[in-house]
């Protein structure tokens, strides 16, 4: 599949080890297997990619970690005295991130995200609130994940750039 790489990554930002994302990867293409048709899919890559990160949460639930749900779902953050202290910041530093990424949205779209993720509103209401459509309050919440999803995976990628020009640098030196 063209997107794994992506998804791979993804599942590292969330400290999955690559045992544990193979066998991920290979319970979602399982999934996909079973099914009788693929006619209703719409978006293959986002298809999979929620099968992926829905077997992901209920692994986590399973295991009672307590951590952000996927970036894709930016939930309400609260620290959990069951985490240890370095768990804490950890999650802490991610969610001030996402913080950050949602408030570099576009005005109507960062109110939109705001409400649905943070404060837990449901799409009615948002759009009874802002006197616009359901519809535009999911397109704009759409838009708004992706764009924060892409900013995350470009912060991403060019951490791993700086870690290996790092690395290399090293590597020169010795």
């Known amino acids: 599949m063209p997107y794994e790489p992506r998804i791979r990554a993804w599942l590292r930002r969330w400290q999955v080890s690559p045992e544990d994302s193979d066998e991920l990867l290979q319970d979602a293409y399982c999934r996909i297997a079973l099914l009788e048709s693929v006619d209703h899919i719409?978006?293959?890559?986002?298809?999979?990619?929620?099968?992926?990160?829905?077997?992901?949460?209920?692994?986590?639930?399973?295991?009672?970690?307590?951590?952000l749900e996927l970036i894709a779902e930016v939930d309400a953050f609260q620290d959990s005295p069951a985490l240890g202290l370095e768990d804490q910041m950890s999650d802490r530093l991610i969610y001030e991130k996402i913080i950050a990424l949602i408030d570099a949205l576009p005005n109507r779209c960062r109110e939109i995200v705001r409400l649905r993720k943070l404060e837990d509103w449901p799409q009615k209401r948002i759009a009874a609130h802002l006197q616009i459509s359901e519809k535009t309050v999911e397109a704009q919440i759409r838009i708004g994940l992706r764009a924060i999803r892409e900013a995350w995976d470009k912060r991403d990628a060019e951490t791993w750039s700086r870690s290996d020009d790092r690395h290399q640098a090293g590597a020169k030196v010795r």
Do not use: K
């Open 42 to 67: 719409d978006r293959p890559v986002a298809y999979f990619f929620s099968i992926v990160r829905n077997l992901l949460a209920r692994r986590h639930r399973r295991q009672r970690i307590v951590s």
